[in-house]
């Protein structure tokens, strides 16, 4: 099914050990905060203690008479105070906007905002000057509830935009023309099933927190960023600031870790920025955890409200989304456009003859959000796998065989879907089947009855979630249809040195995931060198001076597709070289493995041999340029569409509401894979963030607009302890779209395994009574909702939605389990 | 300032140090041991983890003062003539990393867990390595690798009954 023939491989689908991990075993590393230059100052920020208030004074003279502090600045004295930090995606002409400074100059709109910042000699001087910097406000009303926001006469969070309203984003398949009316549909359809869920804030919680140095004593002036968008970043930074392009280089070292949580402009790269200008000297900051968790951007938190319509028979007739989305105080980097990303996603793997998707972003006075790992996609999958459990429920239908009945069969592909994508391959019986053996399904089923039957105080219950995605972010066209600000094309370049060695340049900017490692596989193959012998560079505006960076499971899929085109025409400029070498027609060359060889013949020449050939240039045909460099701006065509069968068995202690995973199986499609050890990291990685939001994490604001998970005894990111062991396994579907046959791999995970974990919990449950339970299912909200369907307590929504600091995994559940793994 | 002398990895030094000041600052300021990492500010993510004495300790819990007199290995001075530990090669072999920014506390703690428990089974690892947070990996091939680690190490030294100081020494990467 794949759409070209490969160079003989030996790299491809290899499990090579990763050139990453020399350095990063040893501790030889380049995080951002290690650098240190000479002159170096330290910038501290000053945030805002409170929600929603006016800044009536600031007094920075006892800070300014601290030993070692070089200034205390404020928006104003920066001149910050017309700048606003760019949002790259207004999904609609009308949304509204507000101005986001890099520092409040006026009103705070979130805890966490930066009032003021302070240079100091050393980080620890500067931090005691930023403590002594006070800071006079008057109090606002803060706007924390989605729909409280929206009533009429309610606290506006921007009272310039009249509205607290982002704006509305509609799709709908009637007036798309690719689907039915969906209001019809429900009218008439035999069954309906209407739900609420929620989707909690998260907080990427990457381990590396943020750090910003820049450097303005050369030409350029260097920034280095724990970012995952170096290019994207230098592009904002001269849009924004309106700095010349070309005097700005921005370097993204070791980055460790992103999620999506590094896919932004941050207003401390931008104030970085301004102070070391300003100063003249290099300025460096970092984060604390604390400032990281109340100040980088957060993800999800929406409302989704569901309505599916379905015939007795379980064939599905109309689905209606109506979502809130909570934009937060600012619009940052690309906040408007994450839900959006999941509108196309709510039909996932189903034939949906009607289908209508409607999101209000809304304004309130919380930390921005912005991307996190799936970024919309993982919600729609949540909502749509819940749904289809609740009709098969509703139905009386076993839930895999209620799926089967409406997923696209792998003869019907490629497949357009109700929401226009063309998913160009697939195979959901597959993976489904070899999911199903792997988790021993039926013997699990039994099992269940069995407990039920004898009212074991634990029950079994099994989850399913057969998802898709659509990710390899993307054809330009598309983000353009979409009001994307840019495109979505990746580019490579590929040297060859005189040595028959390679440098390898990528746009992609790795942030863990091993491009180094997968890119040199994939060169060794195309042009015959030795994977020891490619060199990738990256990450560096003056060594790879173009790219789109790396988020969106786009980096194999896009940027490595475009190291595949430079090194075909690294290949097509070697063959005019080796027919004049070799004395023949360039016709009459094979080539294959690094080697041309004259058809019938054993005489060859290497792309090695030619490399240094042209090196000399002493004998080259005429009108040839001495190089056989070349470079690739590859634009997909189509998103790649990944797609598995995640399955999950969770037993629930009815006393106590403690929810253990007894098994976790998947058997994911990512197409073909250049090396599984990588693709399995990822998937651990993915389902290991996909659980944490179904039973761990959530970012709890207080009645006053407080962040009180603020720090990482808090937000409960899962440690080893807390996490099952995963069977994973593949099937490989090869994509049509791309000349490898690879799908992405980096967020499947993460969209796939929420379901499959709460779809569990409830389905153990389920015959209590229970019919859902809101993220993340503690073992407080698991024994509220039991309790209430045995009309212990009183049902009340309250209950299940009140959230404490801890996740819920407070005194009451650490008391009630003899396995403290929850509870560090 | 106070005046300390301590050990690290291999090398002696003498230092005033302000009383406030954090052994991991210590280390990475004014050492330039940077290969160790600051990832929270209540002890919770383990990155800074290093070998206080042959002990795993967070250097972010422990005043530079408290370590006069101390010898600390840090992920830089794990490695002998050249040799990875076996734990820094057994989280290359298994792919236990990702970004790599927690994986110098991770390989840190997992040596002190194999101190005590040379050869332990998958819940003593998660177990041991519940004080050190990855958000990359899902843990699956951090575990995987220490029992790698486990079986080559306990191989090495020829499973003696009890945990020997030469045992402790090897599996610090102490040595000395």
């Given at each position: 099914m794949t759409t070209t023939a490969q160079p003989a491989t030996t790299e491809f689908g290899r499990a090579r050990k990763r050139k990453e991990d020399a350095r990063l075993i040893t501790g030889r590393t380049r995080w951002t905060d290690n650098i240190t230059l000479p002159g170096m100052l330290h910038m501290a920020v000053v945030r805002s203690p409170l929600a929603h208030a006016k800044i009536t004074r600031i007094n920075t003279d006892a800070a300014k008479q601290l030993p070692g502090v070089h200034g205390v600045f404020t928006a104003t004295d920066l001149g910050a105070e017309g700048i606003s930090l760019p949002c790259a995606w207004p999904i609609t002409p009308d949304m509204k906007a507000p101005q986001a400074p890099?520092?409040?100059?006026?009103?705070?709109?979130?805890?966490?905002?930066?009032?003021a910042i302070v240079v100091a000699r050393d980080a620890a001087s500067a931090r005691d000057a930023a403590d002594a910097v006070s800071v006079d406000y008057d109090r606002l009303e803060p706007v924390l509830d989605m729909e409280a926001a929206l009533a009429d006469g309610t606290t506006l969070v921007h009272p310039e935009l009249g509205t607290n309203r982002n704006t509305l984003w509609v799709f709908d398949s009637g007036q798309a023309g690719s689907g039915g009316n969906v209001e019809g549909a429900i009218r008439d359809a035999e069954v309906v099933v209407k739900r609420r869920f929620r989707q909690q804030r998260l907080i990427p919680a990457f381990m590396e927190p943020r750090s910003v140095v820049v450097d303005p004593t050369g030409e350029q002036l260097t920034m280095w960023s724990a970012t995952q968008v170096p290019h994207i970043l230098r592009v904002m930074i001269a849009l924004t600031l309106g700095v010349p392009e070309q005097k700005v280089r921005v370097i993204a070292p070791d980055v460790g870790g992103g999620f999506g949580g590094k896919l932004q402009v941050t207003p401390e790269e931008i104030i970085t920025f301004l102070v070391a200008r300003r100063l003249g000297k290099p300025v460096k900051w970092t984060e604390s955890r604390a400032e990281s968790m109340v100040s980088a951007h957060h993800g999800r938190d929406q409302l989704q409200d569901l309505t599916i319509a379905a015939r007795r028979?379980?064939?599905?007739t109309g689905l209606k989304v109506e979502l809130l989305a909570d934009m937060g105080a600012y619009l940052r980097l690309v906040s408007p456009g994450i839900p959006i990303l999941g509108a196309f996603m709510y039909n996932s793997i189903y034939k949906i003859p009607a289908y209508h998707f409607a999101c209000t972003n809304v304004f309130t006075n919380k930390t921005p959000t912005d991307a996190y790992r799936g970024a919309g996609r993982p919600e729609a999958t949540f909502a749509i796998e819940r749904m289809m459990d609740e009709l098969a429920v509703e139905l009386g239908i076993e839930p895999l065989e209620l799926r089967e009945r409406n997923w696209i069969k792998h003869e019907e592909f490629p497949y357009t879907t109700v929401s226009t994508l063309t998913y160009d391959s697939g195979n959901y019986e597959a993976a489904t089947a070899r999911a199903k053996e792997l988790f021993d399904y039926d013997a699990l089923r039994a099992e269940q009855h069995r407990r039920r039957e004898a009212d074991d105080p634990v029950q079994l219950g099994i989850g399913i979630s057969t998802f898709t995605e659509m990710c390899g972010l993307a054809p330009s066209r598309v983000l353009g249809s979409l009001s994307y600000g840019a495109g979505g094309w990746e580019h490579a370049s590929i040297r060859m040195l005189p040595t028959g060695k390679v440098e390898v340049v990528t746009g992609s900017s790795p942030h863990g995931q091993g491009h180094d490692t997968a890119w040199s596989q994939i060169v060794a193959d195309q042009l015959g060198v030795s994977f020891e012998d490619v060199e990738v560079l990256h990450g560096d505006t003056q060594s790879s001076h173009k790219g789109m960076d790396t988020y969106g499971s786009r980096s194999l899929t896009v940027g490595a597709i475009a190291v595949v085109k430079a090194a075909e025409k690294v290949i097509e400029k070697a063959r005019k070289i080796a027919a004049h070498t070799l004395e023949c027609s360039e016709a009459d060359l094979d080539y294959g493995h690094g080697k041309f060889t004259i058809k019938g013949t054993n005489k060859s020449t290497t792309v090695a041999d030619i490399a240094l050939a042209v090196f000399a240039a002493h004998d080259l045909p005429d009108g040839v340029e001495p190089s056989l460099d070349s470079d690739a701006t590859y634009d997909p065509q189509n998103f790649s569409f990944p797609h598995g069968t995640h399955l999950c068995a969770t037993e629930v202690d009815t006393e106590t509401g403690w929810v253990s995973i007894r098994r976790y199986v998947c058997v994911d499609d990512v197409g073909r894979v250049v090396n599984p050890l990588i693709v399995d990291g990822q998937v651990h990685g993915g389902i290991a963030q996909g659980i944490a939001q179904a039973l761990f994490e959530e970012a709890i604001y207080d009645e006053g607009g407080t962040l009180i998970t603020s720090t990482l005894a808090d937000y409960l990111v899962p440690s080893a302890a807390d996490l099952p062991h995963f069977t994973t396994d593949r099937t490989e579907t090869p994509s049509t779209t791309n000349p490898l046959g690879v799908k992405g791999v980096g967020e499947a995970g993460t969209i796939a395994s929420t379901p499959a974990v709460v779809n569990a919990v409830i389905d153990a449950v389920r015959h209590l009574g229970v019919t859902d339970i809101q993220m993340p299912c503690s073992p407080q909200r698991v024994w509220r909702a039991v309790q209430s369907a045995r009309g212990v307590t009183k049902s009340t929504s309250e209950h299940t939605t009140q959230a404490t600091a801890g996740g819920g995994l407070g005194s009451i559940d650490a008391q009630a389990n003899d396995n403290s793994g929850g509870a560090r | 300032m106070t005046r300390i002398t301590v050990m690290v990895d291999d090398v002696s030094y003498v230092d005033d140090v302000e009383p406030r000041t954090l052994l991991v600052h210590y280390l990475r300021e004014r050492l330039g041991k940077t290969g160790t990492v600051v990832g929270c500010d209540t002890s919770n993510c383990g990155a800074c983890t290093v070998h206080l004495n042959g002990r795993s300790v967070k250097s972010c819990s422990v005043f530079a003062v408290q370590v006069d007199g101390s010898e600390i290995t840090t992920i830089e001075g794990l490695a002998r003539d050249g040799q990875l530990h076996p734990v820094q090669q057994a989280f290359h072999d298994n792919h236990a990393l990702q970004c790599g920014f927690c994986t110098p506390g991770m390989i840190m703690q997992a040596i002190d867990l194999l101190g005590d428990d040379p050869n332990p089974d998958e819940q003593t690892v998660r177990e041991g390595l519940e004080g050190n947070l990855c958000r990359c990996t899902g843990y699956q091939n951090i575990v995987r690798a220490v029992q790698d680690a486990a079986q080559k190490m306990t191989f090495a030294v020829r499973a003696p009954m009890d945990v020997s100081a030469q045992q402790r020494s090897l599996v610090a990467g102490g040595g000395n």
């Open positions: 890099p520092l409040a100059f006026d009103t705070v709109h979130f805890v966490g905002e930066g009032v028979d379980g064939t599905v | -």
